[in-house]
């Protein structure tokens, strides 16, 4: 499924406490659709509100990256598992969820370029390619690679 899922829920209260989707609006979307827990009734990622944040210190940006980091490699990937640990980070740092969100637009360009045919550079750094979107397309797209190098779908 390309592109949002916008799965709007008439059942909310008009009152309830918004909690965008992280994946919504990454090319590929959310893979819970409606069943996901967070808001998809948001048309621009900009109506998160807000004023613009400063840049948090480098060694709150190094933290943020390695949880994310740390949350991939664990044992039990679900991408609902990973998906709802991502939540808990970004809601409340706007830098978090910059960062996810470039994360995920450079994973999807460099399953794109990977498709065309094109080189993809390795890159362990959050660049293009590499280890890191591997395994970041595993996670989001349900394949889970566990220890013993066998992958199952979940």
């Not at 819970?32 to 998809?40: A, D, L, Q, T, V």
């Amino acid at each position: 499924a390309n592109g949002p899922t916008a799965a709007a829920s008439s059942s909310r209260p008009s009152d309830h406490i918004c909690r965008p989707c992280a994946l919504l609006y990454s090319r590929r979307g959310c893979l819970r659709g409606s069943s996901c827990p967070y808001c998809h009734e948001h048309t621009h990622r900009s109506s998160r509100g807000g004023d613009v944040q400063h840049r948090p210190r480098k060694t709150l940006r190094n933290k943020i990256k390695g949880k994310m980091q740390e949350q991939l490699n664990e044992f039990d990937r679900s991408p609902e598992r990973v998906h709802d640990e991502w939540q808990v980070l970004v809601q409340h740092c706007p830098y978090a969820w910059n960062y996810l969100s470039g994360l995920l637009e450079r994973a999807d360009t460099a399953a794109a370029m990977g498709a065309t045919g094109n080189h993809v550079p390795a890159a362990d750094d959050g660049s293009t390619g590499g280890p890191l979107f591997t395994q970041l397309e595993d996670v989001l797209s349900g394949a889970v690679q566990l220890q013993n190098d066998m992958i199952f779908s979940v």
